[in-house]
């Protein structure tokens, strides 16, 4: 029986993510309930809203941690494929234009032998499927920090009487209808008209 | 023994010309911000919310009986269209006696976000068409679409055919799966769900690195090179700049609309099967039953020909024409290519049906 492969003690497994998370969620909502009386007490006008949002923050910002971690990932990967793209374009120049170019029109032509081959092996990546995949999952990612980072503005926002996105969002939407409703009726009525001076 | 190496003096000769072109540089050129690329006399003569119908003032005596509308595309502007004088896809159509209609969508903000499919199709375009069909007591209309552009025009032409006597696609995105260009390549991979729910609009920084991806290093780096090598001419960096100010101008797309083109056209490829839907009628691409001509670019690297092509044989006109022109996206429409082939093609093929 093979012994068990020791775990690479660097590399942060979904457990042990798990477990901060949980362990900072506890003490987080401990400390909030601890400190809700003394808070209410002492916060007063916008600080009033603020303190009470304020587990808010710190949820986000953990949830920040975990995402953070993943766009790490894919960012370095997003890297990766850029700088070995590079050198591999890099190695078919140096095959095709061993030569150091010695005049002006040399060093022309290998300007072009160089962009040629960097465009060619660029283009092959950014059309090969590993490469949307990865990029996807890097914007979805970055996606999900803004969405955070949104959440956190949305608390500091609350606490001083403002609209949040959501509400905001709220307003476009019901405007979107009404202008749509009111155009649709508009053109109508038009088509009528013209309908009704052609007879 | 030392070896000798000496430096041939045409490369000195090179690198000084090209130093004293970059410092001369701002002596010579405009900034892009001073140029306007506004080139041809118009009117607008219609708003609705950001966007707005301009109609251009006629240049011959002998005008066609049936205007014509384009539709822009959703990304960059208009301008191209109309880039410089001896370029101007707007000014060879007026020499040759058309009464042109340009739709600019305008630049959509934050609130703009549920502004669809349907708000430009039935809404917008709808409209405009029967504004003009109004002035120039015409029933019916000539449509050219170009670009995604023409994605609105084709659903436009399939919902609402007894307004359109003649429809142009010009490098149309039509058929997702079939393109072959790296634009699709990212859309097929986009959470687009997420990026409308959490950015609204899609931003034009997201377009900005869409263009840097397509041939980096030519369009980075050798564009640039040539830019400071010919400063003295004229004419050259003045095409430049233009061309330049419009592609570094791209508006933001409402979100729900950018959703919908990302899905149903590159995702799930509904509009070519006849399965997409605005406001809940059926996009059906036989109804498009008038004269149609598809003009496509063999070297689009934007929208392929492979993405474009299909258009002509799905719908149901018996008048069809399918052009291909060896050259690219904006080749076709803004070079000297499309004032000597692809412009007097269409102009023909249009004054027989106008």
Same mark, same amino acid.
């Given at each position: 029986?093979?012994? *068990?492969?020791?775990? @690479?003690?660097? #590399?942060?497994? +979904?457990?042990? /993510?798990?477990?901060? $998370?949980? =362990? %900072?969620?506890?003490?987080?909502?401990?400390?909030?309930?601890?400190?809700?009386?003394?808070?209410?007490?002492?916060?007063?006008?916008?600080?009033r809203?603020?303190?009470?949002?304020?587990?808010?923050?710190?949820?986000?910002?953990? *949830?920040?941690?975990? @995402?953070?971690? #993943?766009?790490? +990932?894919?960012? /370095?990967?997003y890297? $990766?494929? =850029? %700088?070995?793209?590079w050198?591999?374009?890099?190695?078919?120049?140096?095959?095709k234009?061993p030569?150091?170019?010695?005049n002006?029109?040399?060093?022309?032509a290998?300007?072009?032998?160089?962009?040629?081959?960097?465009?060619?092996?660029?283009?092959?990546?950014?059309?090969s #499927?590993?490469?949307?995949?990865?990029y996807?999952?890097?914007?979805?990612?970055?996606?999900?920090?803004t969405k955070?980072?949104?959440?956190?503005?949305?608390?500091?926002?609350?606490?001083?009487?403002?609209p949040?996105?959501?509400?905001?969002?709220?307003?476009?939407?019901?405007?979107?209808?009404?202008?749509?409703?009111?155009?649709?009726?508009?053109? #109508?009525?038009?088509?009528?008209?013209?309908?009704?001076?052609?007879? | 023994m030392?070896?000798?190496?000496?430096?041939?003096?045409?490369?000195?000769?090179?690198?000084?010309?090209f130093?004293?072109?970059?410092?001369?540089?701002?002596?010579?050129?405009?900034a892009?911000?001073?140029?306007?690329?506004?080139?041809?006399?118009?009117?607008?003569v219609?708003?609705?919310?950001?966007?707005?119908?301009?109609?251009?003032?006629?240049i011959t005596?002998?005008?066609?009986?049936?205007?014509l509308?384009?539709?822009?595309?959703?990304?960059?502007?208009y301008h191209?269209?109309d880039?410089q004088?001896?370029k101007?896809?707007?000014?060879?159509?007026?020499q040759?006696g058309f009464?042109?209609?340009?739709?600019?969508?305008?630049?959509?903000?934050?609130?703009?976000?549920?502004?669809?499919?349907?708000?430009?199709?039935?809404?917008?375009?709808?409209?405009?068409?029967?504004?003009?069909?109004?002035?120039?007591?015409?029933?019916?209309i000539?449509?050219?679409?170009?670009?995604?552009?023409a994605?609105?025009?084709?659903?436009y032409?399939?919902?609402?055919p007894?307004?359109?006597?003649?429809?142009?696609?010009?490098?149309p995105?039509?058929d997702?799966?079939?393109?072959?260009?790296?634009?699709?390549n990212?859309?097929?991979?986009?959470?687009?769900?997420?990026?409308?729910?959490?950015?609204?609009?899609?931003?034009?920084?997201?377009m900005?690195?869409?263009?840097?991806?397509?041939?980096?290093?030519e369009?980075?780096?050798e564009?640039?090179?040539?830019?400071?090598?010919?400063?003295d001419?004229?004419?050259?960096?003045?095409?430049?700049?233009?061309?330049?100010?419009?592609l570094?101008?791209?508006?933001?797309?409402?979100?729900?609309?950018?959703?919908?083109?990302?899905?149903?056209?590159?995702?799930?490829?509904?509009?070519?099967?006849?399965?997409?839907?605005?406001?809940?009628?059926?996009?059906?691409l036989?109804?498009?039953?008038?004269?149609?001509?598809?003009?496509?670019?063999?070297?689009?690297?934007?929208?392929?020909?492979?993405?474009?092509?299909?258009?002509?044989?799905?719908?149901?006109s018996?008048?069809?024409?399918?052009?291909?022109?060896?050259?690219?996206?904006?080749?076709?429409?803004?070079?000297?290519?499309?004032?000597?082939?692809?412009?007097?093609e269409?102009?023909?093929?249009l004054?027989?049906?106008?």
């Open positions: 029986m093979q012994p *068990e492969q020791p775990k @690479d003690r660097l #590399e942060p497994t +979904k457990e042990m /993510t798990d477990r901060f $998370k949980h =362990l %900072s969620l506890f003490w987080t909502d401990i400390m909030h309930l601890m400190a809700s009386k003394p808070q209410a007490l002492t916060s007063i006008g916008p600080m809203a603020f303190a009470a949002n304020s587990k808010k923050i710190s949820t986000e910002l953990i *949830e920040i941690n975990e @995402d953070l971690m #993943e766009f790490n +990932k894919y960012l /370095t990967q890297y $990766k494929q =850029l %700088s070995e793209a050198g591999i374009a890099q190695k078919k120049v140096n095959l234009a030569e150091v170019p010695q002006a029109e040399q060093i022309e290998f300007k072009r032998i160089w962009i040629d081959i960097f465009d060619n092996d660029f283009t092959e990546l950014f059309d #499927e590993k490469f949307g995949e990865n996807g999952k890097l914007v979805s990612k970055e996606l999900e920090l955070h980072w949104n959440k956190i503005a949305n608390v500091i926002l609350q606490s001083v009487n403002l949040s996105k959501e509400e905001i969002d709220e307003v476009y939407k019901e405007m979107h209808s009404l202008k749509k409703r009111v155009g649709k009726l508009e053109l #109508e009525l038009k088509k009528r008209e013209m309908r009704k001076n052609a007879k | 030392q070896s000798e190496s000496r430096v041939d003096p045409k490369i000195i000769e090179e690198i000084l010309k130093s004293k072109n970059v410092i001369n540089a701002p002596k010579l050129v405009a892009p911000d001073e140029i306007v690329l506004e080139v041809t006399p118009h009117d607008t219609q708003m609705m919310d950001k966007s707005r119908l301009i109609h251009y003032k006629p005596e002998k005008q066609q009986k049936t205007p509308l384009i539709s822009y595309a959703l990304i960059n502007r191209i269209l880039i004088p001896e101007s896809w707007v000014r060879n159509l007026l040759q009464d042109v209609y340009m739709l600019d969508w305008g630049t959509p903000t934050s609130m703009d976000k549920y502004l669809d499919f349907d708000d430009y199709v039935n809404g917008y375009l709808d409209s405009y068409v029967e504004y003009i069909k109004n002035e120039s007591s015409n029933e019916k000539s449509l050219q679409g170009y670009c995604t552009g994605t609105i025009a084709t659903a032409t399939s919902l609402h007894e307004s359109v006597k003649n429809y142009i696609a010009t490098a995105v039509i997702g799966w079939r393109d072959t260009t790296v634009i699709s990212l859309a097929k991979h986009m959470d687009v769900d997420k990026m409308v729910e959490i950015i609204g609009n899609m931003p034009p920084e997201f900005y690195y869409c263009f840097s991806v397509l041939k980096p290093f369009q980075g780096i564009k640039y090179i040539k830019f400071f090598k010919n400063i001419n004229k004419k050259f960096v003045d095409n430049f700049l233009r061309v330049e100010k419009w570094g101008d791209t508006p933001p797309i409402p979100g729900e609309l950018f959703k919908q083109w990302i899905k149903d056209i590159y995702q799930d490829n509904l509009l070519i099967q006849n399965k997409m839907y605005i406001a809940g009628q059926k996009i059906d036989k109804k498009i039953n008038m004269p149609v001509f598809t003009q496509v670019a063999v070297g689009d690297h934007l929208v392929s020909p492979e993405c474009s092509m299909p258009l002509h044989y799905a719908i149901g018996k008048d069809k024409t399918l052009r291909m022109y060896p050259t690219g996206h904006v080749g076709m429409i803004a070079s000297s290519l499309s004032q000597k082939k692809v412009l007097p269409l102009g023909q093929w004054a027989e049906r106008s």
